[in-house]
């Protein structure tokens, strides 16, 4: 009999149980968006006959009143049939005809470049006109949401799959729609189709993102990269969800030893769904080259010391304050590791003001002169 230690450390059992964890988390995804969809096709259904008895029967607003009131009183203390409920199914089954899906047309995609990097996740339609995306995506409260704040289908598209791969709350995604999240959204510069395998190189240019909204920091007390890195690291839970689904924190300043010296890597990640290390490295500067030959050097320490062999290659993201594309194309060829470049917003109205006050010295210069 093996003992429990042995067990423990048994690289087989270690194996066998990623693979369950997998399998269990994978599962349990699919029992909720089953749930989701079912729960969409309960309520597109029922909106879509009231339509067509308001059709057939010359009905006017106030059937579904009397319909709210009937259905609470068979189904006692289900809130989801209030009148303001029925009048959302009625709106969800008008605007979406084509459920379970909402279509797009190509053309329509052209206009908004992220979206166009996710045609690999939908179904074209057999014409090759259209782009069909999936409504289950998100939830009820996600969609009834969006239909009051964005009209445009193409738009709608574009922030459903966006909170799904980010794994957005239905707060969250208000608020990158409010911030106009798709005129800044762009894809990651990165290397990852000639350093990854074409699967997982297609999962990671889907979990990264450029710009990245750091709008939590207060960019006041940021003089240096250890103060940014500083108020990442206690704001932890603002950061994860700016960057995604699927992040955990590891550390910040994480120690690697090389060749006897200690080299610190600002902020270590793992990623849950890509089953790799994330290494960030931040700069309160312009992008700069030398700034990835860094972070290559930094990868290869951490697939060497940190990552196991069951974890897939350690990722290198920079976050710069801005950059310049082209730059970053031309300092990207050659590099031996999977890395992406991406800017960071921050509360500019802050920022603006902080350069309009006088400095500690110069009130103090003030002071001294009166």
């Not at 990158?176 to 990854?196: H, V, W």
């Not at 990722?315 to 992406?340: D, F, H, S």
């Amino acid at each position: 009999m093996m003992s429990e230690q042995s067990i423990i450390s048994n690289k087989e059992y270690q194996q066998w149980l990623k693979h369950l964890i997998e399998e269990i988390d994978r599962q349990r995804l699919k029992a909720v968006m089953q749930l989701n969809a079912a729960t969409l096709q309960h309520y597109w259904w029922l909106g879509n006959d009231i339509i067509r008895m308001q059709k057939e029967q010359g009905w006017g607003a106030k059937v579904i009143d009397q319909l709210s009131c009937d259905l609470q009183k068979q189904y006692s203390g289900d809130s989801g049939y209030s009148v303001r409920n029925l009048k959302y199914m009625r709106q969800f089954a008008a605007e979406y005809p084509d459920f379970p899906f909402v279509q797009v047309s190509l053309a329509q995609l052209q206009k908004l470049s992220v979206l166009q990097s996710r045609l690999d996740k939908f179904t074209i339609s057999a014409d090759g006109r259209f782009v069909q995306v999936p409504l289950a995506q998100i939830t009820w409260y996600h969609h009834i949401s969006m239909m009051s704040k964005i009209k445009d289908n193409a738009l709608r598209a574009f922030y459903m799959t966006e909170a799904a791969i980010q794994g957005w709350s239905r707060d969250m995604m208000m608020m990158q729609i409010d911030g106009e999240y798709y005129k800044k959204a762009r894809p990651l510069p990165n290397n990852f189709e000639i350093t990854l395998p074409p699967v997982n190189s297609d999962m990671a240019k889907a979990a990264f993102k450029d710009p990245y909204n750091l709008g939590f920091v207060d960019m006041t007390k940021v003089k240096q990269e250890l103060d940014l890195e500083a108020q990442l690291a206690e704001r932890v839970t603002d950061f994860l969800l700016e960057l995604g689904r699927g992040f955990a924190y590891i550390g910040h300043q994480f120690p690697l030893t090389i060749a006897g010296e200690e080299s610190k890597v600002d902020l270590l990640m793992y990623h849950t769904r890509l089953h790799c290390y994330v290494a960030i490295e931040l700069k309160v500067v312009d992008f700069k080259p030398e700034f990835l030959s860094k972070l290559n050097y930094y990868i290869s320490a951490i697939d060497d010391l940190v990552k196991m062999p069951e974890d897939n290659p350690t990722i290198g993201l920079l976050l710069c304050r801005t950059k310049n594309n082209t730059k970053v194309e031309y300092a990207l060829r050659g590099m031996t590791q999977p890395l992406g470049v991406a800017e960071y917003q921050t509360n500019k109205m802050i920022e603006d003001l902080k350069s309009e006050l006088p400095s500690i010295d110069d009130l103090e210069q003030t002071l001294s002169d009166d």
